[in-house]
């Protein structure tokens, strides 16, 4: 090299060094092999109207800023994916360089060839294909350094030339989603910006740092979008599903906050808290991409940990899903400024700190990427290609899906394997398994061996022993329990049991059965969306009656018994004609996939006459309310509210706690307490309200409040941990503890069918528990709705204690007060919006609680 040349090298390298502070940002932030920023694509403050870290940016003007770089940038194609429920874009962009754009639908072909055909895949080859890689931001939507992170994250790699950003660009397909929940970031951002002078203050108690009910982190139901990985109950959740299937990337980048107090924590997480089902190599490659963002913090001087607090297990997170569908989630956790400047234990945290912290991170993982992209490209290929000889090991061949007594229910969790790439067949022939009898036509199969292998084991299996008793999260969810199915294992050769292969799943089961009544129409209850069909009848002005004792009539020349609950509609006295009410009538058939029986007479061979006033109620329709606000837990009201108003699509009316003091009640005949402390909740007013005739539904600890204000006449059943912990070393006390705490696990109930609030449910149910408030059974006759069993364990972990505890204690309570009736629900009847089993009661007492 001439003495010219050398000047030239080394001028270049000041260079570099000099731009590389050009990083608009405000602050610091050193970056090799970058040269330079292209001066025609734009800055983030150019679009936001302020630079990144010095405000909080609203998810418009992320979305802006994506489609402005879109406009400009061949390295960078903007995809919307989905919207949210309040109508925001959601959006990610493909970044890579230009030469893999003209390409790209080769390279996503040649990646699901991993997946799809992984013996075809020729490993010598795998050097040269390039990596996926998914960056996913503000799932929580008050953990908004990861978006503006994302902001930053774009522009680099649009604007950037240099060997380093070259690298990323040739070797990586970036999928880039900057923000996850547009809606509560919209709700946190909102606030924080409104709550700020001039001047940011670094006040903890100062207005900006404390959020109002429910805060930014819940999506618009209320619903952490951090738990709908598998379950893929909400838009934001389906269309980043779509995504990965799509992709198939090799890792998952999962960018979060946490408290304050903390520092900075990147996976790998507690060793004894990973899901068995994702491989040993998966947490390897975890700890070896850890290293690249040891270095990055290091060369910030941030402070970050690993091997503590975060778990690997529940399937249902970010970091985690992609575990148990070959790639590496990583989840990365930033200490939260909240607003622009905090106060904590660790001296002043301000937010661009903790932008830039995501920004390394988010660097660092690409950088893993490019150097390690054989050994991630092979551990995909790997993952499936293992597949056969586990399934071979695994007893399990099949799981068997019946379809009665409930096929709308059956199908939605159809619904949901089938968006996991899962195949679904009929049912061929009839299978006997543990005194179950499936029938061709009534009944699918989910083989085991298959891709998916170990999602649909992850998903569909019971657990009862863990290497550890502390979990980060729930410790089971076990698919065809939470649909309240009746299902079982096959533990033999499935081939001679498989008929075709489903297409894509389509409700359907709906009949009307004698075509126009003369005298009434009878509606089976039991179906999952009966409900709606119900309130679809009474929205109309038409009079329900249900049946609270079973009756047996001809129709249509046979003869049938119709069980507890089924609802009688007479086509007389009527505000419809009866060519309208039929027309209605076929409509909730095809629409709600109900049954619906036409009868010409009114005279029963068995059972009350239709015309008894005795046995066939009238149903008043329910006016409801739903408590919310401080001392209410938000995701177990979003549930509910979710579940009425997108499910059933029934009004509610969403009622601050500490308002109904001073609200008037009158207008409502349901009031619903999802659960919480209810601190705020004036007990004299619901008090006086549920005497006067009012119906009080409560779930989960909600209980304790109604017990504690003498709402509900409920003995508690104690528990002293003293004598457990007595004599433990102080070290182990925080896990003697945890060990003691129930986060999950599935309970099985006996009910009692002939109560208004069991009908059309089975005579046991999974429920799901998830709190250590456990009751004796009422005293008094005919109120013990649901208990549980003696021996109620059906998956999940539960100390040997509170299994005790557990034994024959309430389950479902329903009691008058006064006038009124109270329904207690010891455990949340639709958590987290999948736990569809017992939603059925809890629409039983909405519609039926006057009948006890």
Do not use: C
Not at 272 to 284: D, H, L
Request: no cysteine; glycine share 8%; proline share 7%.
């Amino acid at each position: 090299m001439t003495k010219l040349a050398l000047l030239v090298f080394v001028l270049s390298l000041a260079v570099t060094g000099l731009r590389a502070q050009e990083l608009p940002i405000g602050l610091e932030f050193p970056l090799d092999g970058v040269q330079r920023y292209r001066d025609e694509i734009p800055k983030p403050e150019s679009i936001l109207g302020h630079r990144v870290g010095d405000r909080h940016t609203l998810p418009h003007q992320i979305a802006a800023y994506f489609r402005a770089i879109d406009q400009v940038s061949d390295r960078v194609q903007l995809v919307q994916y989905a919207r949210s429920y309040q109508g925001q874009p959601l959006i990610y962009a493909i970044v890579t360089s230009p030469a893999n754009h003209r390409r790209l639908e080769r390279i996503r072909q040649q990646n699901l060839r991993l997946s799809e055909s992984p013996d075809r895949v020729n490993v010598d080859r795998l050097v040269d294909q390039a990596a996926i890689v998914y960056q996913g931001y503000g799932v929580h939507g008050d953990e908004s350094s990861g978006p503006e992170a994302a902001v930053l994250l774009l522009y680099h790699l649009a604007a950037g030339e240099g060997p380093a950003v070259d690298q990323v660009l040739d070797h990586v397909v970036l999928l880039l989603d900057p923000m996850l929940n547009p809606d509560g970031q919209q709700r946190f951002v909102t606030w924080v910006n409104q709550n700020r002078g001039a001047l940011p203050v670094a006040d903890p108690q100062n207005r900006e740092h404390r959020q109002p009910w429910p805060g930014g982190r819940f999506n618009h139901y209320w619903f952490d979008a951090n738990r709908d990985w598998f379950t893929v109950l909400h838009p934001e959740g389906q269309g980043r599903l779509e995504i990965l299937n799509h992709w198939r990337p090799q890792i998952v980048g999962d960018f979060h906050e946490m408290g304050s107090d903390a520092h900075y924590f990147f996976q790998p997480g507690v060793p004894s808290q990973v899901n068995p089902n994702i491989p040993a190599r998966n947490q390897q490659l975890t700890a070896d991409i850890a290293q690249f963002h040891a270095r990055a913090l290091d060369r910030l001087g941030t402070l970050y940990y690993t091997g503590e607090s975060f778990d690997d297990f529940f399937p249902g997170k970010g970091s985690s899903y992609p575990d148990v569908n070959g790639a590496v989630g990583i989840l990365f956790e930033q200490a939260s400024s909240r607003g622009l400047r905090r106060q904590t234990a660790n001296g002043e945290l301000t937010y661009v700190h903790t932008v830039r912290n995501q920004l390394a991170t988010s660097l660092s993982l690409l950088k893993a990427a490019v150097q390690m992209r054989p050994s991630l490209l092979k551990y995909q290929r790997d993952f499936y290609a293992e597949r056969p000889v586990l399934a071979a090991q695994y007893p399990v061949k099949a799981h068997v899906i019946g379809l009665h007594p409930d096929r709308t229910r059956a199908q939605l969790l159809v619904e949901v394997l089938q968006k996991h790439r899962i195949d679904v067949h009929e049912l061929k022939g009839e299978l006997e398994i543990d005194g179950q009898t499936f029938r061709e036509g009534n009944a699918y199969v989910v083989p085991l061996d298959q891709p998916q292998f170990r999602l649909i084991k992850t998903l569909m299996e019971r657990t009862l022993e863990y290497q550890d008793s502390t979990f980060y999260d729930v410790s089971t969810w076990t698919l065809p329990l939470a649909y309240g199915l009746r299902h079982a294992e096959l533990l033999d050769d499935p081939a001679p049991h498989l008929g075709s292969l489903l297409d894509p799943i389509e409700l359907d089961g709906g009949r009307l059965v004698g075509g126009q009544a003369k005298h009434a129409y009878v509606m089976a209850w039991g179906r999952y969306f009966a409900p709606r069909a119900l309130h679809k009848l009474q929205a109309a002005q038409i009079r329900t009656r249900a049946t609270t004792r079973p009756m047996t009539v001809e129709v249509d020349g046979r003869t049938r018994t119709f069980p507890r609950g089924s609802i009688m509609i007479a086509t007389a006295q009527q505000p419809l004609p009866p060519n309208d009410l039929h027309a209605l009538i076929q409509q909730i058939v095809q629409e709600d996939h109900v049954i619906v029986w036409a009868l010409d007479t009114g005279l029963t061979s068995e059972g009350p006459d239709l015309g008894s006033h005795v046995s066939l109620r009238v149903l008043d329709p329910p006016r409801l309310a739903l408590i919310t606000g401080d001392g209410t837990t938000a995701t177990e009201a979003g549930s509910i509210w979710h579940l009425l108003d997108q499910r059933f699509g029934m009004p509610v009316t969403l009622l601050d706690a500490a308002q109904v003091r001073r609200s008037d009640l009158s207008p409502y005949n349901t009031l619903i307490l999802a659960g919480g402390s209810y601190s705020s909740l004036h007990a004299e007013t619901i008090d006086n309200w549920v005497r006067s005739g009012g119906r009080l539904i409560a779930s989960g600890n909600s209980v304790d409040w109604l017990v504690q204000h003498e709402l509900a006449a409920l003995e508690s059943r104690p528990f002293d941990e003293v004598p457990l912990l007595q004599d433990l070393p102080y070290e182990q006390l925080r896990d003697a503890r945890a060990a003691q705490r129930i986060g999950g696990a599935i309970l099985a109930a006996r009910l009692d069918v002939t109560h208004p609030i069991a009908y059309g449910a089975p005579a046991t149910l999974p429920l799901f528990r998830r709190h250590t408030s456990f009751y004796e059974p009422s005293t008094a006759p005919g109120t013990n709705v649901a208990r549980y069993l003696e021996q109620p364990l059906l998956s999940g972990y539960m100390a040997a204690e509170q299994l005790e505890r557990a034994s024959d204690s309430a389950a479902v309570v329903a009691q008058r007060h006064g006038q009124g009736r109270i329904v207690v629900f010891l455990d949340n009847p639709n958590f987290r919006s999948f736990w569809y089993g017992p939603n059925g009661l809890l629409m039983n007492a909405v519609f039926f609680s006057t009948l006890f």
